[in-house]
Each structure stands twice: as structure tokens, then as C-alpha cells.
């Protein structure tokens, strides 16, 4: 199916106004974990738009869970969880599935399973691997098959060698139930991993924080259902900025979580955009490119530059007049999207893990046509031929539809219509 972005006239000079949404990387992880809690658990700020997340829900039902939504509610109930009915096919279609082998660990149970997809950014799941193993799980790799066996449950040290989200995530799953103490670290301690670790406290589960990346997990018996509420996409939030930035708008955010994105924040002020945050709302006023600076980040593991806000900051950096240079450290496939912005009119050479951006106003274009490699890298395309105020044909739009909820509203605050013409 292509989709289409077709430019109209804005409404007036007034600023966007936006609702920033639950966080994806909030939700699919708790929705895992829910497998593991008796009785009902509700989830609110829920983003249901979310491909990933309709996803996700169609896997949990078809293997027995019950799944209810109302509005950005979401309960659930897997009193009737049937591992051996996870469909594979779904499995393939979300990075987070890899975490039925967190739950399986727990829940003592076997599983088949296919290797997980999502976004194609050579992602490894050795890691994962490598923890569950030395929790005592035994794990056989065969012709794109995951078989999974959860041994028997023990206490166990492991360090991760890279703080992976996935893994930390993983690996706190597979050791909430039970009579044994694990102890990790070097884990992840992104926002959403905190987030997690907080949830499960209040289902129940012992887990304790000794470190700025070490934590202790002492199994129980049961972990009971509970009310919580999603925290705001970080990742969202500020990419709904550098849009407004990009077409020289201001913006009002609501539902933000300032701590989560200051950062991000600090480099746009640096550059030379005028934000300022209140708890829980962000302004954007107006600044014209002509007035930022380049710059140089490095994309690391939180509390570093989140990796996922290199591709949209790439693209913020064609359209500002002189060099920047962006870095990445976690992922070796991450500038993948960087031949098709190139393709449209930007300047961008990448060595390794470097990106030399060699920015400058975006030039007007009647028609793009864009590729979307993955959730990011796809909008940092469409983000840069609005900002050339072209149409944009977009292949591949069922990418950035995984990693941002309603994204036409977006787009239409930004003068554009979208448009699906069919196969």
C-alpha cells in the first residue's frame, strides 16, 4: 500500500497542539509481565493506535489471554494463557514477543518459538540468551527456531556485556516468581526500565535497586493484578519538537514528563530553540532555521542521547545551515535510513558510526518519494520533505505506524492531508 502526504494550506500562524501518547517501549513490556500477575491488570494511557500494539494484543488473544479495551484503557486476564498457541507469525512481527522466553522461565514452561522481529537494526538476542542460560534455562538455536527449555529455577549473578533494554527486561521477568535471588547488572536503566521494576513492585515482587545498574530479584510465590498508568513516550514527545522546529512552527505538548527528555531538551536549547517546560507540558515558540547551530551528539545507552532520537536529529541537522556530526553507539545498522534522505536532497556522509551532516536550508519541492527502513528512520524521511514542503509518496508507512500512534494528526497540524491509494 502507498501512502500519500499531500501539502494544504496551514490553519493559520497558531501553535500545534498535541497530546503526547503512553510510551510503546512503556506498554508492550507490561503487557508481558501481566501474563505472569492473577486476576485482572489495567493499564491506562494505553496508546491502542499503535500497530505494535494491536500486534501485541492479537498475539496475547489468540493465545488464550482476554484482552478489553476502553478508550486508552486496556484490561487484562490470563487465567487461560496457552503458550503452545502463540501464533508465529505475530511473533515475527514485534521485537518485544522476545520476551515469552522471560515469561516462560518464570511460569516454568516450554516453548517453540520463532526469532522476533521489529525493526531491522541487527538487534542480537545473544544477550538475552547468554542471562536466561545462567539462570538455568536451556536454549537451542535451529533453523530460525527459538526452542525453549526453563530448567530448573536458581539463584545466579550475571552481568550483562551491553546494557540491552530487551535483556534487563527479559531477565527481570524470568526471575519475579520462585524462591531464588538473581543479581544483575550493567543492566539498562532507561525510564521505561524503571517504570517496569516499579509496576512489578507493586504486583508484588521483590526487586531491589544497589546500584545505578545492579539490582537484586528475590522470587515469591504469586504476583496479583494491578491498576497502572503508561508513562508518556519520551521518544515521541520530543520528535513531535523537532517537527515543529523543522517547519519553523511553535507547539504546546501536553502529558509530557519533563525528567524523561532533558537531554534532548538541552541540546535543542543549545542550538538555539526557545522551550520551555512546566510538569507537564512543553512550548515550542517559533525560531527560524536560519538561527540554529550544528552540532555534535553521540547516541548512547540512557542516560545518554537515546539512539532512537538519532534519526530524527539527523534529519534536523540537513535542514540547519553548516556541519554536525552524529554518532551512534548502539546499534551498527542505525544510519541505514541515510541514503534515502540523501536521495532527497540532503547532504550526509557516514563512516562507521559517524555521521557528517552538511546542513542547509531545505530547498521547495513539489514531490518525494520516501522509503521507511524502520519506525525512525522512516519519519526522519517524511519529516525532511515536509520540511522541503513537498507531497510526499511514502512506502513502507506501516513502519512509522509500529512506533507512533495517529501520526496523521501530526501531519495535518503541519498543513498535510494523508491519503492511502490502495496496493
Known amino acids: 500500500m502507498l501512502t500519500q502526504l499531500r501539502k494544504s494550506e496551514l490553519n493559520g500562524p497558531a ?4 497530546t503526547v501518547p503512553g510510551a510503546k517501549n512503556g506498554l508492550l513490556p507490561h503487557l508481558y509481565a501481566a501474563l505472569l500477575m492473577e ?7 494505553v496508546p491502542n493506535q499503535l500497530l505494535d500494539s494491536r500486534t501485541t494484543v492479537a498475539l496475547l488473544r489468540g493465545a488464550g489471554v482476554s484482552v478489553d479495551f476502553l478508550g486508552d484503557r486496556l484490561s487484562l486476564v490470563s487465567d487461560k494463557y496457552d503458550v503452545g498457541a502463540i501464533s508465529h507469525e505475530l511473533v515475527q512481527k514485534t521485537r518485544y514477543s522476545t520476551l515469552l522466553l522471560g515469561v516462560s522461565k518464570a511460569r516454568e514452561q ?7 522481529g521489529g525493526c531491522k537494526l541487527n538487534r542480537s538476542v545473544d544477550i538475552h540468551i547468554d542471562g536466561l542460560r545462567a539462570l538455568g534455562a536451556t536454549i537451542v538455536e535451529e533453523a530460525g527456531l527459538i526452542r525453549f527449555k526453563p530448567g530448573k529455577r536458581s539463584g545466579a549473578r550475571f552481568t550483562l556485556r551491553s546494557p540491552s533494554v530487551g535483556a534487563t527486561l527479559n531477565l527481570i521477568l524470568a526471575s519475579v ?5 538473581v543479581e544483575l547488572a550493567n543492566i539498562a536503566i532507561e525510564p521505561e526500565i ?13 526487586i531491589d535497586w544497589t546500584g545505578e545498574r545492579r539490582l537484586v530479584v528475590n522470587g515469591v510465590s504469586a504476583l496479583s493484578g494491578i491498576e497502572w498508568r503508561i508513562i508518556p513516550d519520551r521518544i515521541v514527545a520530543v520528535t513531535y519538537v523537532i517537527a515543529a522546529a523543522m517547519n519553523e512552527r511553535g507547539i504546546l505538548l501536553r502529558g509530557i514528563e519533563p525528567a524523561h527528555i532533558a537531554l534532548p531538551l538541552a541540546v535543542l536549547r543549545d542550538i538555539g530553540l526557545d522551550i520551555h517546560t512546566t510538569s507537564t507540558t512543553l512550548r515550542l515558540y517559533p525560531t527560524s532555521l536560519g538561527r540554529l547551530l550544528p552540532f555534535v551528539i553521540e547516541a548512547r545507552p540512557y542516560p545518554g542521547f537515546p539512539t532512537d532520537l538519532q534519526p530524527i536529529m539527523t534529519a534536523l541537522a540537513a535542514c540547519i545551515s553548516g556541519t554536525s556530526h552524529i554518532s551512534e553507539s548502539v546499534f551498527d545498522t542505525r544510519f541505514q535510513y541515510v541514503p ?3 536521495r532527497i536532497g540532503s547532504d550526509i556522509q557516514v563512516a562507521d558510526r559517524l555521521a557528517t551532516v552538511n546542513g542547509k536550508r531545505p530547498g521547495r519541492a513539489e514531490l518525494h518519494d520516501v522509503d521507511c527502513t524502520d519506525i525512525r528512520g522512516g519519519m526522519s524521511a517524511v519529516l525532511f520533505a515536509m520540511a522541503g514542503g513537498a507531497n510526499v509518496n511514502i512506502a513502507g508507512f506501516q513502519e512509522i505506524e509500529r512506533g507512533y500512534a495517529q501520526p496523521q494528526a501530526l501531519f495535518e497540524s ?7 491509494t490502495g496496493d
Open 15 to 18: 501553535p500545534v497542539v498535541l
Open 39 to 45: 486476576g485482572q491488570t489495567v493499564f491506562h494511557n
Open 194 to 206: 524503571v517504570d517496569f521494576v516499579s509496576m512489578l513492585r507493586s504486583a508484588g515482587a521483590r
Open 340 to 342: 534515502y534522505l540523501n
Open 414 to 420: 503541519f498543513g498535510y492531508t494523508l491519503e492511502r
Open 177 to 181: 516468581l520462585g524462591e531464588s535471588e
Open 110 to 116: 516450554c516453548v517453540d518459538m520463532p526469532t522476533p
